[in-house]
């Protein structure tokens, strides 16, 4: 069946060939190709340090933890972002709160975070780690979270699993130069791939320890670490409850194969957004705005809809283009709606923006192999039910 879909990985021959040769070598896993994967992220968005994991949920999960997040802390993130976002926090016992998002980035409000900030200092209930998510690509405005971390005492995490290539004034988006750890995800709709993957970056050596070592168990085999001598070559310990996170040999050779590439895959997404841009202009829907201070990566390329001005519904629209396989998506319904958050007890009018959002977003597909004709064929199918005539 004909189908475009939102977001698909791009796989070259050397790709292949990269992980056919770790397939013919010694090691699978825990071989050569993890650290030269990390070593080369790490150069390619300025950081000190890299640690790969087999997703950007676990990348999340080992930030929290390397940041002391438990029971009783609280945590801030976008509401309009994938449920891994928020998860990270629960699976360390603490609780999660959202701030609404802004009219024109969809990132989070900086004017919400700030009045946020100032009633939570007025109760007590101020939040150890805020977690700004660069939708779509975009990097959130990092340098105000940062000043308001110094004001309200929290440490920051950037979700940047959509923006890996991307640029926060004229710098690499993962650089922390405004947060203590970056995460990447390497899921095949994200801009490069392993397959499944993540990268957790930052420039603090002890952060970076502490998320290597809980990558794997929390096992130790250096012996300034131990508690007691080596007990012989075989010898290493556990030092407390970590998991087995880590990334195959297989993902990091795809890794360091598709970095290669990652300019071009986030210029031919400039170029396709600029496509869009120009099919839409002057209609019924508001293409993506972009910061004066980002180069976004582009993940996604979200336009809204302008409902008052058309006379069928969101959901209209969306049954249409899926009906033509068209695989348009909603990113994201708002967390705080989940089921499992639902229950506890967050209120829809608190989120507004992030409301007024999900009621008029669709992402259309994007992604380096997609080509201006199915783009043309995307925008026709999209403008038709908006009450365009079409001639045939
Ligand atoms: C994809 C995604 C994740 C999770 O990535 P995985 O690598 O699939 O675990 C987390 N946050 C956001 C914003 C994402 O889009």
């Given at each position: 069946m004909f189908m475009i879909p939102y977001g698909r990985h791009s796989i070259s021959d050397e790709d292949i060939e990269a992980v056919v040769r770790v397939l013919r070598s010694d090691f699978l896993t825990q071989g050569p190709r993890i650290p030269e994967f990390e070593l080369q992220i790490a150069k390619k968005v300025n950081a000190n340090f890299a640690v790969a994991v087999n997703s950007a949920t676990s990348a999340l999960h080992l930030a929290c933890l390397a940041l002391g997040v438990k029971r009783g802390d609280v945590v801030w993130t976008s509401p309009i972002t994938f449920v891994a976002s928020a998860n990270c926090a629960r699976y360390c016992g603490a609780q999660v709160d959202f701030i609404d998002i802004d009219t024109r980035t969809y990132n989070l409000s900086i004017i919400k975070l700030e009045e946020k900030l100032e009633l939570a200092k007025k109760e007590g209930r101020l939040p150890k780690v805020v977690i700004p998510v660069h939708l779509a690509g975009q990097s959130?405005?990092?340098?105000?979270?940062?000043?308001?971390?110094?004001?309200?005492?929290?440490?920051?995490?950037?979700?940047?699993?959509?923006?890996?290539?991307?640029?926060?004034?004229?710098?690499?988006?993962?650089?922390?130069?405004?947060?203590?750890?970056?995460?990447?995800?390497?899921?095949?709709?994200?801009?490069?791939?392993?397959?499944?993957?993540?990268?957790?970056?930052?420039?603090?050596?002890?952060?970076?320890?502490?998320?290597?070592r809980l990558r794997s168990h929390g096992i130790t085999r250096s012996q300034e670490e131990m508690t007691i001598p080596s007990e012989g070559d075989w010898f290493y310990q556990q030092l407390e409850l970590g998991y087995n996170y880590r990334m195959t040999d297989l993902q990091a050779a795809l890794g360091i194969s598709q970095l290669q590439r990652l300019d071009e895959f986030v210029s031919k997404r400039?170029?396709?957004?600029?496509?869009?841009?120009?099919?839409?202009?002057?209609?019924?829907?508001?293409?993506?705005?972009?910061?004066?201070?980002?180069?976004?990566?582009?993940?996604?390329?979200?336009?809204?809809?302008?409902?008052?001005?058309?006379?069928?519904?969101?959901?209209?629209?969306?049954?249409?283009?899926?009906?033509?396989?068209?695989?348009?998506?909603?990113?994201?319904?708002?967390?705080?709606?989940?089921?499992?958050?639902?229950?506890?007890?967050?209120?829809?009018?608190?989120?507004?923006?992030?409301?007024?959002?999900?009621?008029?977003?669709?992402?259309?597909?994007?992604?380096?192999?997609?080509?201006?004709?199915?783009?043309?064929?995307?925008?026709?199918?999209?403008?038709?039910?908006?009450?365009?005539?079409?001639?045939?």
């Open positions: 959130c405005e990092m340098s105000e979270i940062k000043e308001l971390s110094k004001k309200y005492h929290f440490r920051i995490i950037e979700d940047a699993s959509h923006a890996v290539g991307g640029m926060y004034k004229g710098e690499p988006i993962g650089n922390c130069k405004y947060s203590d750890i970056s995460v990447f995800s390497f899921h095949p709709v994200k801009i490069i791939t392993t397959g499944e993957g993540g990268v957790a970056v930052t420039n603090d050596a002890e952060l970076n320890h502490r998320m290597a400039h170029d396709l957004a600029s496509n869009y841009d120009k099919l839409l202009k002057g209609k019924p829907v508001i293409s993506p705005f972009q910061h004066k201070d980002s180069y976004s990566a582009f993940h996604l390329y979200i336009v809204r809809l302008k409902l008052e001005e058309i006379n069928v519904t969101h959901r209209q629209v969306f049954e249409r283009l899926r009906s033509h396989g068209i695989q348009v998506n909603l990113h994201y319904i708002p967390v705080y709606r989940h089921p499992y958050y639902a229950k506890m007890g967050y209120k829809r009018q608190d989120f507004p923006e992030a409301e007024a959002y999900y009621s008029e977003a669709i992402s259309l597909p994007l992604y380096p192999d997609l080509t201006f004709d199915q783009q043309e064929l995307v925008v026709e199918r999209l403008l038709t039910p908006l009450g365009h005539q079409t001639i045939f």
